[in-house]
């Protein structure tokens, strides 16, 4: 999270069932798909999609 160019992420306040504090997205809109979170994160914890195929899967249009 702290090599984001544009410091789109933050650890949440909350835990997952891990007991980790997963990332967040603080600046809705600001990722330029650089993919770098994705490459450097040691647990694979991070993936990006295209935002029109993230909003498509929000929407229950992709399975």
């Known amino acids: ?3 984001c160019p544009k ?3 933050a650890l949440s ?3 997952n069932r891990k007991g980790y504090h ?3 997205v603080l600046k809705h809109g600001e ?3 650089c993919n ?3 490459m450097i994160c040691p647990d694979f ?3 990006c999609v295209p935002a029109d195929a993230a909003e498509a899967a929000a929407e229950g ?3």
């Open 61 to 63: 249009g992709l399975n």
């Open 22 to 24: 997963p990332p967040e």
């Open 36 to 38: 770098l979170c994705e």
């Open 13 to 15: 306040e909350g835990f």
């Open 31 to 33: 990722c330029v798909n």
């Open 1 to 3: 999270m702290e090599y």
């Open 45 to 47: 914890a991070i993936f």
């Open 7 to 9: 410091q789109v992420l």
